[in-house]
């Protein structure tokens, strides 16, 4: 039996840490930073993130969201924002470098720095971001005012465990508005991620200092965009904390590692390749108690699944991949993780697996189309559009590459690597099973990375626990520099079209005061604000994506009519709608204000609510026939 296998058999006898690393030969590690430090210097750098929170907060107030341009909100900042970020990134790196530790000041710095970045858009905008969310808002009150599942009206209804808790949320707070929740979502989803991220970074790394470094990164580099009001950003959670559960408890061999060749030529690869799991972290319980958390790891995926479609999936190739590198000795947990999913789709989504089969499997094994076609399309658009695509390319390839040059660093260094490599590469054996709407690369870069800026910092962090050291503070300095502005761009480039305004709120709700229940909604461009309300009252429909669809063809009058053409319908237009189109290209270049100039003036078309942000038309089917 090999030292990994002899910690895991007294990590189940329930003996406590320290007698966990002892006896496998080591010794508990130091506590950094033992020296002196003034008590100035950390109120010092305490009081600095607090004049740049400050700062950041008068310069995001003083933004007008309507000097927003194609460029999106990097454009509309004023100088103080950057000073305020730079102050922030300053502080972060100059606390780390400190000769101790301070685990307060710490979370102080990243919580500013987390507000600095994700905090700006509720600021400006005052309303929630994606049009994505107000559908969210909406399918969490279906559900709390029916008390019922349709599968048949949304796929979201074939996975509402994130909305039946919306719902509970509302009716057990009172709070039957919760727009204000969704406005501030991006920034209350980063801030439960913290504690689930630094616990997984720990049991990724050799000190708790790279530890804090990566998670830092982590929010430097987060332009996705998922953490908004959404199952993803829940499912997420869930995924981290139960990924930071398993390596802080249930770390080793799943089995005797000389049981046959096979398990001894692997166990040997992996200790060759890397150094022994981290002891910072790792928690030695009784067996009851463990016995609980298995329970717990069971229900963070049952409640991935029950909430999203993708995020259970990515955990299969994660637990598969901490299963074969020693990392997971509950074997059962692999097994658990591709049946509840699995069964979950065949048995309680069943309604939408009979009528989805071929987007589901039509392009399985199809690797050029998954990965390469989905990333070619979106390369497409205007000019400051695909300035920001190529934005965001430039940034995963940079971090990619670090996370890459840090594997070689962690080797040579035998510090803890494989790990956080296998944790990111394994999500890429999910290209072959199909695009997930064109998304599936923007998945993966966030499902990896928290497994990728651990890497990424390694070679900035010094090989003992000490803090980085004057060369690779400035290095790390200017790469967090470098890597927040680019964020800045990769996160917000879309700004005028992911963001809304008041008067298209009160458009919205003037359209659902003027159209009776059962009617037709058409929207020219999927990019509007609606269906936080009446989510099954209406027949909602959109005459164009907002996709890039090269060669696109003019809008007609005609597309409206065909819908309106038995009962009538109602069409708005918005000023968001309009950025989508020509920030994606999913219409030629003014070809939306051209089909309002021109169908507005149509018989039978009617302008019953107008504003700055757009127009509402009641568009009458008995004049327009078939």
């Not at 969490?140 to 074939?158: H, I």
């Not at 508005?177 to 989803?189: F, K, N, Q, R, Y």
């Not at 990375?449 to 651990?454: A, E, G, N, S, Y």
């Not at 060369?471 to 700004?495: E, F, K, M, P, Q």
Request: one cysteine or more; hydrophobic letters at 50%.
């Amino acid at each position: 039996m090999t030292n990994d296998s002899a910690t895991t058999a007294r990590v189940t006898s329930g003996r406590g840490l320290k007698d966990i690393v002892r006896s496998s030969g080591g010794e508990p590690p130091p506590r950094s930073g033992a020296g002196a430090m003034p008590v100035w210097m950390g109120g010092a750098l305490a009081a600095l993130a607090g004049l740049a929170l400050i700062l950041a907060i008068w310069g995001t107030l003083s933004v007008d969201p309507r000097q927003i341009g194609g460029s999106g909100l990097i454009g509309a900042l004023p100088p103080v924002y950057f000073v305020a970020l730079a102050l922030s990134l300053v502080g972060f790196v100059a606390s780390l470098s400190l000769p101790r530790f301070n685990t307060a000041l710490q979370i102080w710095q990243i919580l500013v720095t987390v507000f600095i970045i994700h905090g700006a858009d509720p600021i400006i905008h005052g309303l929630p971001r994606l049009e994505a969310s107000y559908r969210h808002l909406g399918i969490a009150d279906n559900l709390a005012q029916s008390g019922q599942l349709d599968p048949t009206l949304d796929a979201y209804f074939n996975w509402p465990g994130f909305f039946d808790l919306l719902g509970m949320l509302s009716g057990s707070t009172g709070v039957k508005d919760l727009m204000g929740v969704a406005t501030w979502a991006p920034l209350g989803v980063n801030v439960l991620l913290l504690a689930p991220l630094l616990a997984l970074a720990t049991r990724l790394t050799a000190h708790r200092r790279h530890a804090w470094a990566a998670v830092w990164l982590f929010y430097l580099t987060s332009w996705v965009g998922q953490d908004y009001l959404a199952p993803q950003a829940y499912a997420f959670i869930l995924l981290i904390t139960l990924i930071a559960c398993i390596l802080s408890t249930f770390t080793g061999w799943a089995w005797h590692t000389d049981r046959n060749r096979f398990s001894t030529a692997l166990a040997r690869i992996v200790g060759k390749l890397d150094a022994p799991a981290p002891q910072q972290g790792l928690i030695g319980l009784p067996r009851g108690d463990s016995a609980v958390l298995v329970v717990v790891c069971a229900v963070f995926l049952l409640a991935m699944t029950v909430s999203h479609q993708l995020t259970p999936f990515a955990a299969i190739p994660m637990l598969a991949a901490l299963l074969l590198t020693g990392r997971l000795r509950l074997r059962f947990l692999p097994v658990l993780a591709v049946v509840v999913p699995v069964g979950w789709l065949v048995f309680a989504a069943s309604t939408y697996l009979q009528g989805h089969q071929d987007q589901l499997f039509g392009s399985f094994g199809d690797i050029g189309t998954n990965a390469f076609g989905s990333l070619s399309s979106r390369v497409s658009g205007s000019d400051s559009h695909q300035f920001v695509v190529y934005t965001r390319l430039a940034e995963v390839a940079v971090l990619w590459i670090l996370a890459a040059v840090g594997a070689v660093v962690g080797h040579r260094r035998r510090a803890p690597w494989l790990t956080a490599a296998v944790g990111a590469l394994a999500l890429f054996v999910l290209i072959p099973i199909q695009p997930y709407g064109g998304e599936l690369l923007l998945r993966i870069y966030l499902f990896s990375l928290p497994f990728t800026v651990c890497l990424a910092v390694l070679p900035l962090m010094s090989d003992k626990p000490s803090g980085p050291g004057l060369r690779r503070g400035i290095a790390l300095l200017v790469l967090g520099a470098v890597l927040s502005v680019t964020t800045i761009v990769t996160r917000y480039g879309n700004d005028i079209m992911e963001s809304f305004s008041t008067d298209e709120i009160a458009l919205v709700n003037r359209l659902y005061e003027a159209a009776p229940p059962g009617s037709k909604l058409i929207e020219a461009v999927r990019n509007t604000p609606w269906k936080f309300q009446h989510y099954s009252g209406y027949d909602y429909r959109s005459l164009v994506p907002a996709e890039p669809r090269p060669g696109a063809s003019p809008l007609t009058c005609d597309a409206a009519n065909q819908i309106a053409a038995r009962s009538g319908a109602y069409l708005i237009v918005t000023v968001s709608q309009l950025h989508a189109a020509d920030l994606r290209g999913s219409t030629p270049a003014g070809d939306l204000r051209n089909f309002v100039a021109t169908c507005g003036t149509n018989p039978g078309w009617t302008r019953i609510a107008e504003n700055d942000d757009g127009v509402v038309f009641r568009i009458e089917g008995a004049k327009n026939g078939n």
